[in-house]
């Protein structure tokens, strides 16, 4: 480089952001005329510049002429060269300059060619050649990136590889131009930034070089053979499930067609197509050849592996979009045949993980409703199948609560939406932190929450009266055994679960008149292990479901009342100087029968005189206080404790007061039969009957029987068994009669369907009497509206009321319409 071209570089060399942010402020350039290669024109820094010399550079001033011109500048810069004089730039060098661009333009775009300079030379003579012949090199560049690309065209035409390894040289020839695209834009920056940058709707280098790779390169023949590659790399790993070789190359050309904003209509769009063909003939196989559980399996299976491959190989924008293709091409068109074919086996396998599989997979492809539809459809089913399955009525409750659990499990958190809380920073014991994931966090899905009552409320109305009937047994079943060791929050629980299917039977007067029947007995019985939670469990029922259950409060009163009456009656006996012991052993309830759901019996046992005569004297002391009451003694409910003396020794027995009369027969004679029991006792005969098999065919056998059998005949003859042992010495025989017996249950259903029409004949009446005219489906709507809390009526058992209530005059029907009825005042 000359001296005049070291100062000149000197004088006008940018200060920072070397090439790219280089713009002179001491050049304009005219480039609105045609003789754009005329010679910058140079704009004077200071007014008094006039020589073209001076032009060039900022002008000099010695102190003197500083002060005499009046200028505050305190100090003065002086700049003396030395060597030859500053010769001026010439066509000459303008020439040279523009042929080496021109040159370096073709070695650029030419494989293996080295530039004709040096970086600094090439960079130096397109900042001179830019203001006086820019327009030539700028049409010459363009002219060059052309040449270059239809060569870049031919020679991967020409290429012999196929299929993916063709992808190889397609890259390596996307990215050798990359190279040269930034080098150039490099040595050039002063065409692009200085010239370019200033011509409106002129592209840029990079854009010229883009736009002509993208329109000539991307054209048909070349996308389909980039096509044909990436089908033959996706079909390969997706039949052998392993990553292909041609993995790397597939990176690379997915970063080289996002540079040419390619990668959507060339690659994207492709292989979502290949995704589509590939999986809806591979689902239509897969069909034919698993079960649909194993169904489930591989789809999950397979849209794993587009995920995991997707994260690795493809732009994140675009995993989404294969997993939604994936799911898709498997599961459309097969989701009705999977909750055929699938969810039942799952459900009965219990299997959270194959259902929560189902799910999402539903989920994926828009058929979560097709899920809940099926789900809510094998609900139902499968408790209509519980409560309607008469041989084992025993088991229904436990069943129901077993699946109710399994099902309010999916319900929370296998259906659930799933939260995953960022990670959190927490402090330990010994200052130090430390990052942990907490656990997940669940929402559950109201479809299925919804799905679940309405399911289990339909399947509870496949059979009328028996579900409730047993709810109300297993409370009491589980109120004889109690917490059995458990704390009280866990039992409160069991109870709550019993509580919830007692919300989907429309017969809560059965329940009701079931439950109030087993509180009464256990509590006159003393079979109940906590008065605190009888008490609790009452008021839950009353303030939360019925408000008839406020006939238990009475229960409990009365209970009270009876424990003060026996102390005032012990009191009494001792200020009379009665202290005999039988009257220490006496203990009755007086009940009101208004509130205790028991019948009176028909006949009655014979006591033992001892024992008569002290239910005279408490009766005596009870008429005195209470005149006008009538007491009538229910003997089926006494309980009574006896000392019997075997052979191994002295046994507490604790036994009802019918299997008491029994036994004290055998005081007086060693063998009894039956009709002399029967004769002796006067109890009823299915009563002694059930109450000799507790005694003689129990698992506590004091009384022998010949001969040996299951049933008691009129025939059979019993005998005290002195050889009785048991290891307790206080000894608890069961009465059968203190349970249920089907003759007891059906003569409750039969009461309470007495109960029934009498509550609808109120109902209609007051119904009637408030509106005085209503059309036939207008009264019916209204009649079960007033005792759905109750129970849920049939429309055949409505017409019935109505038709009686017409004959007994309380209704008529309308002069002029039938099926309108008019309440009679």
Not at 413 to 419: I, P
Not at 539 to 568: I, T, V, W
Request: aromatic letters at 8%; glycine letters at 4%; a neutral charge.
């Amino acid at each position: 480089m000359s001296t005049a071209e070291d100062v000149y570089a000197l004088l006008t060399f940018p200060a920072s952001h070397a090439f790219k942010d280089y713009h002179p402020s001491g050049f304009t350039m005219n480039i609105s005329g045609s003789d754009s290669g005329s010679p910058p024109r140079k704009t004077p820094r200071l007014d008094a510049d006039s020589d073209s010399a001076s032009a060039s550079r900022s002008r000099l001033l010695t102190s003197d002429e500083a002060i005499a011109s009046g200028s505050s500048k305190k100090a003065v810069i002086k700049i003396r060269l030395a060597g030859p004089p500053i010769q001026e730039y010439t066509d000459r060098h303008y020439d040279a300059d523009f042929a080496l661009l021109k040159r370096s333009l073709r070695v650029l775009f030419t494989p293996n060619e080295a530039l004709p300079g040096t970086y600094d030379r090439v960079f130096n003579a397109c900042r001179v050649c830019v203001a006086h012949r820019g327009e030539g090199l700028y049409e010459n560049l363009k002219m060059e990136v052309e040449r270059c690309v239809g060569d870049v065209v031919q020679r991967l035409a020409a290429h012999e590889s196929q299929g993916a390894l063709w992808l190889n040289p397609f890259v390596e020839a996307c990215e050798w131009f990359e190279r040269q695209v930034g080098l150039l834009e490099s040595l050039f920056a002063y065409l692009d930034r200085v010239y370019i940058n200033v011509l409106p709707g002129n592209p840029s280098i990079r854009s010229i070089c883009y736009s002509q790779f993208a329109a000539r390169v991307f054209n048909a023949v070349v996308t389909l053979r980039i096509q044909e590659g990436i089908a033959e790399w996706i079909e390969y790993e997706r039949t052998t499930v392993t990553a292909d070789e041609h993995r790397p190359v597939i990176v690379r050309l997915i970063t080289q067609l996002k540079h040419h904003k390619q990668y959507a209509n060339v690659f994207e769009r492709h292989l979502l197509s290949l995704t589509k063909s590939f999986y809806v003939a591979e689902s239509a196989e897969k069909v034919e050849e698993l079960s649909a559980e194993k169904f489930l399996v591989h789809c999950q299976k397979r849209r794993e592996e587009e995920i995991a491959r997707a994260k690795e190989v493809l732009p994140e924008e675009s995993w989404e979009r294969v997993r939604e293709a994936t799911d898709r091409a498997l599961l459309e068109g097969r989701l009705d045949w999977l909750v055929d074919n699938a969810l039942k086996p799952l459900m009965d396998a219990s299997s959270k993980s194959g259902l929560g599989r189902m799910y999402r997979l539903f989920g994926a492809v828009d058929g979560m409703q097709t899920f809940v539809d099926g789900w809510s459809k094998y609900v139902e089913a499968k408790v209509k199948a519980i409560v309607t399955d008469k041989d084992h009525d025993e088991d229904m409750v436990q069943s129901l609560l077993t699946f109710k659990d399994f099902a309010n499990s999916l319900v929370a958190t296998t259906f659930a939406n799933t939260h995953h809380p960022p990670p959190a920073l927490v402090k330990l014991e010994d200052d130090t932190k430390m990052i942990i994931d907490p656990d997940p966090t669940f929402s559950p899905r109201q479809e299925f929450q919804y799905a679940l009552s309405d399911s289990f409320r339909r399947g509870f109305k496949q059979r009328r009266n028996k579900p409730a009937e047993m709810l109300a047994k297993h409370v009491d079943r589980a109120m004889r055994k109690g917490q059995q060791g458990r704390k009280d929050e866990e039992f409160e629980d069991e109870l709550d679960r019993v509580l919830e299917l007692y919300r989907f039977t429309d017969d809560k007067d059965v329940f009701r008149t079931f439950y109030h029947k087993a509180l009464a007995k256990r509590l006159l019985l003393e079979k109940s292990a906590s008065d605190d939670f009888e008490k609790a469990m009452l008021k839950k029922l009353k303030e939360q479901y019925d408000p008839e259950f406020s006939m238990g409060d009475h229960m409990f009163n009365d209970l009270a009342l009876s424990r003060d009456s026996m102390r005032e009656y012990y009191t009494l006996r001792e200020r009379q100087g009665d202290v005999a012991a039988a009257a220490q052993r006496l203990n009755v309830m007086v009940l009101q029968r208004s509130f205790w759901p028991f019948t009176v019996r028909k006949s009655e046992a014979d006591l033992p005189l001892d024992m008569q005569a002290e239910l005279t004297k408490f009766t005596d002391f009870y008429k005195q206080k209470h005149q006008g009451h009538k007491l009538d003694w229910d003997h089926g409910l006494g309980t009574a404790t006896l000392r019997a003396r075997f052979s191994r020794g002295e046994k507490e027995l604790s036994v009802s007061l019918y299997q008491t009369l029994v036994l004290l027969l055998f005081n007086e004679d060693v063998q009894i039969g039956f009709r002399v029991i029967k004769e002796r006792t006067r109890i009823e005969d299915g009563e002694l009957r059930r109450t000799l098999q507790s005694l003689a065919l129990g698992k506590k056998r004091v009384l022998k029987k010949q001969p040996m059998g299951k049933d008691v005949l009129d025939t059979d003859v019993f005998s005290f068994n002195s050889e009785f042992q048991d290891a307790a010495h206080r000894i608890h025989i069961n009465s059968i009669q203190v349970k249920e017996t089907a003759e007891e249950s059906k003569k409750t259903q039969t009461l309470i369907e007495s109960d029934r029409k009498h509550v609808l004949d109120a109902a209609i009446v007051r119904v009637m009497k408030a509106k005085k005219e209503l059309h036939n489906e207008q009264l019916k709507t209204a009649t079960i509206e007033a005792v759905k809390n109750h129970f849920v009526p049939n429309v055949n058992m409505i017409k019935e009321r109505i038709d009686e209530l017409v004959e007994q005059e309380y209704l008529k029907r309308h002069e002029t319409d039938m099926n309108v009825f008019v309440y009679v005042a």
